[in-house]
């Protein structure tokens, strides 16, 4: 792994937030609550303002339900704009929104300009700190009277899919059930196979068009041959129209890290219609890209220029881009960012591809060679074990009223829990789904499997809620 370099890690690790078709007309108030920056000691006494968005014109109140969107790595409003599920589903529920943004992120800055600076400004950016302030903020909201006996449901993508999962088992007081949609809550240590990820990405363009995994497999020995000249490498450059040249071997290596980042991400929004979460893309956007690759037994130059086209679809399926920058990760409006500290210290997830049994070159997982770029990077070493100590690994059994779910085109489903583990803990496979197409707007082109997938999650809220209710005998 550590030849792949912390970018792709950080791809690896979250293109993916929740995020949804975007909607028209998001009605929201926007509002601030004082948070503790350290909510575990206590000689750290400071403060920050913790944003979050909420839409109550559907609420039923008093006690109407409240769907809470655990934010993960990115501007709140971002999520709110585009987590079409929970609105599609508000006016039936009767439900107040509430979209919450995980501090370091967004507006939500500890410590303001300085947040970034160095480790210890970032000290208080885990995923634990994170669930408290959203214990705190949904205790403060049920404070009000309107408020007071409504049922708690946490839904999130993603990391912040986790996030929800995590929710309800840490803080089971404050919310009854949790949507964890493309959850890979598992993908740690050796909870699962390291190269899982890489095959289903595989798969996916397997299934898209004959030779188009094995163009991209033969692609990487020919970038290989370019660079061993400085015409190669120049050729390269003009191929792909790179804003930057290529100058040198170690540049052309950030290269191919580059596009193995763009193939994840074509995996993890191979949507049924076309969207622009990360990227304009069509419908079926792996589709379009396979009919670029169907020759994998080509010359060097003549599959290279074809894994040119192919990333086109990708980067300028719009026609208006003018170059490509290898500099730029693929991820859209992410926090890329603030999000490699956080793999970098708990949120340690291995990956490895052997170039077999997927379409990417060899890596073998090396979590030593990753601390060191880690520690060169931020000045801290990960804790690979942590995530499994505090939230349990496999040994959930003690949860309940949590749906997982996974798409099975979604690479991120190799980390997520894809059988129930009770009658509680609920797992929901979607065929022909990517990544949390369940959490996305209601669309003409859904397959049964994503209708089907989000009228069983209702059910289970409502379900939750009457349960709730029946509990408190109102």
Avoid at 280 to 306: G, R, S
Wanted: proline share 5%; aromatic share 14%; glycine share 6%.
């Amino acid at each position: 792994m550590a030849s792949q370099g912390l970018s792709r890690l950080v791809l690896l690790t979250w293109t993916f937030l929740g995020v949804s078709n975007v909607l028209s007309d998001p009605t929201y108030e926007t509002y601030y609550l004082e948070q503790k920056i350290d909510h575990f000691g206590f000689f750290e006494d400071a403060t920050f303002r913790q944003r979050y968005l909420v839409s109550d014109t559907r609420w039923k109140k008093p006690g109407g339900p409240i769907l809470f969107y655990t934010g993960n790595e990115g501007d709140i409003t971002l999520f709110s704009n585009n987590t079409g599920f929970m609105w599609d589903i508000a006016e039936e529920l009767g439900a107040m929104l509430v979209f919450a943004e995980h501090r370091y992120y967004g507006e939500s800055m500890p410590y303001g300009n300085l947040s970034y600076s160095d480790p210890k400004h970032l000290n208080y950016l885990t995923s634990e700190q994170a669930l408290a302030d959203f214990a705190v903020l949904i205790r403060f909201m049920k404070e009000s009277t309107e408020a007071k006996h409504s049922p708690v449901i946490a839904i999130g993508g993603s990391y912040g899919g986790m996030l929800a999962a995590w929710m309800r088992m840490k803080y089971p007081q404050y919310v009854v059930g949790a949507l964890a949609a493309s959850a890979p809550i598992w993908q740690f240590e050796d909870l699962v196979p390291c190269d899982l990820y890489y095959q289903i990405v595989t798969n996916d363009f397997k299934k898209s068009g004959s030779g188009c995994a094995e163009s991209i497999t033969k692609s990487w020995a020919a970038i290989n041959r370019m660079a061993e000249s400085d015409d190669g490498i120049r050729w390269l450059s003009s191929a792909f129209h790179l804003c930057s040249p290529l100058k040198s071997k170690e540049e052309v290596m950030a290269m191919k890290s580059w596009l193995s980042e763009t193939w994840v991400n074509l995996a993890m929004v191979d949507y049924p219609y076309p969207a622009s979460f990360l990227e304009p893309l069509p419908a079926w956007p792996i589709k379009e890209v396979c009919k670029y690759l169907k020759n994998p037994d080509l010359a060097d130059k003549e599959l290279l220029q074809n894994i040119f086209e192919a990333i086109n679809v990708y980067y300028n399926y719009t026609g208006e881009t003018p170059c490509l920058n290898t500099s730029q990760t693929a991820v859209g409006s992410l926090s890329d960012f603030g999000w490699s500290y956080q793999a970098c210290t708990e949120m340690v997830m291995p990956f490895c591809s052997d170039g077999v049994n997927d379409m990417f070159e060899p890596q073998k997982w090396d979590f030593d060679a990753f601390s060191d770029e880690c520690y060169k990077q931020w000045g801290v070493r990960p804790r690979e074990k942590w995530i499994r100590t505090v939230y349990g690994g496999k040994n959930i059994s003690a949860a309940s009223n949590i749906i997982f779910s996974n798409g099975d085109l979604d690479p991120w489903s190799a980390g997520g829990v894809k059988q129930s583990l009770s009658d509680s803990l609920v797992a929901i496979l979607i065929p022909d789904g990517a990544h949390h197409l369940d959490l996305r707007s209601n669309n003409p082109y859904d397959p049964k499997s994503v209708i089907q997938a989000r009228a069983l999650e209702v059910a289970y809220i409502k379900k939750w809620i009457q349960e709730y209710r029946q509990q408190l005998n109102i």
